[in-house]
């Protein structure tokens, strides 16, 4: 039961998980270990936010928050692994599954830490409306987060992958800038094909740096429309999947209908709250 | 710990390292160890990771079932979507089922490697008890002498080695079972600390140590007995 210990090892020391998860060290493993450890946390924090309702609103969404994470990186990992195998990320496809589930255990973990202040304003305050906002903001908060940690893995990760992709430069340089100078124009044949051949691998290496960073640009922006799409996927299916609440004064629904979107309703609640309604 | 003992101990990153897979007390891999089975200790999180399989298979399929049906237009009434609800909950178990079965059908070809890790738990247990022994002979010095640690340590030492050389057999077995190279040099090996195991057997004193030096014979009989199966294995297969 090691399953809490692989994600405390992730926040304690990020950088030696991330060279983990770059030499694919146990991969399998930490797959397994941070599923189950986001899916408790998330399930815990489900609890607490459908509690406010009923108690079966409280086990509904002590079971869809943790699927709305968990579908949701279902849905968009082949996106991310088939786009970035195509501009040359060397990555399995069990590596993708773990950077982002390392993004999921974040928010998880950032949601369960939020778990006490949701509490106190659920048994505190009995404003419904105040209630879905406060809870916007945190999602929102731990969402960025977690992005703003996978980002950082990807990029990190990215980084590595480079500098062992990238050939040894300095050798045949060193070899063209050693070279004695000859005193005419005109060189002998010997120097002559060694330069040829320095400048050669020069011009070849360079072609090799220019494509991979221009493969690495590629990717950081194909990574940035990801999150993108990522969100926009979440949303709905958040929107979807409701209501994880349950509404004052409403009996219990397992779905609602879908009808506008979750951007309309954030709004709504909000000029609810101000008195604009 | 004396550092003697220590060195004795075979511990998880090394059967890690000679296994090749991960080995917990749970788990040999990605599947269960039988001992799980013999002890409440080690029953307990297996039946705790069973309900979080249980727990992730019904995350994924009650509400992606859900929200299909809804879409196709199967819960439009009470009665029909409990029924579907009860359709999603037997898909759930069976999902699992299938999952247990899957686990299963992998132990089966780990058999070995499991009883080989049991004699090891025997063997680090050994050493438990010699630590304590020496623990208690510190504290009370003249009532429990170490008569024989020096023997029960040779013992332990050629158990570790055989153990060692037999969790090697068993990877390269399984790992490259056309291409085994050092297969006999190991099973000789075997054969001779059983041999040396015997001999201190013999030589023991009626003491405290004497029956540790039996459980050490014992696992070595076992290690020997379950290397002629391979060998009897590896002859029918020929």
Known sequence: MKHFAVLISLLRDRQYFFDEVRRDYKTEKKIGSLLVASAFFLACYGAIIGASSSWLQMLSSAIKLPALYLITLTICLPTLYFFDILFGSALTFGQYALLVLISVSVISVLLFSFAPITLFFLISVHDYNFFLLLNVAIFAFTGLMGVKFFYQAMQTIDRSETAQLEPPVAAPLKLAEDSPQPPDDFLPIDDLSRSEKSLAQLAQVNRSTGLQSSNQRTRRRLLQFWLVLYALVGSQLGWTLRPFFGAPNETFQLFRNIEGNFYSQVFRSLFTLLGWN | ?238
């Open chain 2, 1 to 238: 710990m004396q550092l003697d003992l220590v060195d004795l101990r075979i511990t998880p990153d090394q059967l890690e390292k000679l296994t090749g897979l991960d080995i917990s007390e749970t788990f040999m891999g990605r599947v269960y160890r039988p001992s799980v089975f013999r002890s409440v200790r080690r029953f307990l999180p297996f039946l705790i990771t069973e309900g979080l399989t249980f727990a992730l298979i019904l995350i994924f399929c009650l509400p992606l079932g859900l929200v299909i049906g809804r879409g196709l237009g199967w819960l439009s009434n009470a009665g029909t979507t409990l029924i579907f609800f009860l359709f999603l909950l037997g898909f759930s178990v069976l999902l699992f089922a299938i999952w247990n079965l899957y686990m299963w059908q992998q132990g089966k070809r780990l058999k070995t490697l499991a009883h080989l890790l049991d004699e090891v738990d025997k063997h680090n247990d050994i050493i438990e008890a010699v630590d304590v022994m020496d623990q208690l002979s510190a504290v009370q010095s003249a009532s429990i002498q170490l008569i024989d640690r020096s023997e029960v340590l040779q013992a332990l030492a050629a158990t570790r080695e055989s153990l060692v050389n037999a969790l090697m057999t068993e990877k390269i077995f399984r790992k490259y079972r056309q291409f085994m190279n050092r297969r006999q040099e190991l099973f000789t090996n075997i054969e001779s600390n059983l041999a040396t195991l015997q001999t201190l057997q013999i030589d023991a004193q009626a003491n405290e140590y004497g029956q540790l030096l039996n459980q050490a014979l014992q696992i070595g009989l076992s290690l020997r007995q379950e290397i002629r199966q391979w060998q009897q294995l590896e002859e029918r297969e020929k």
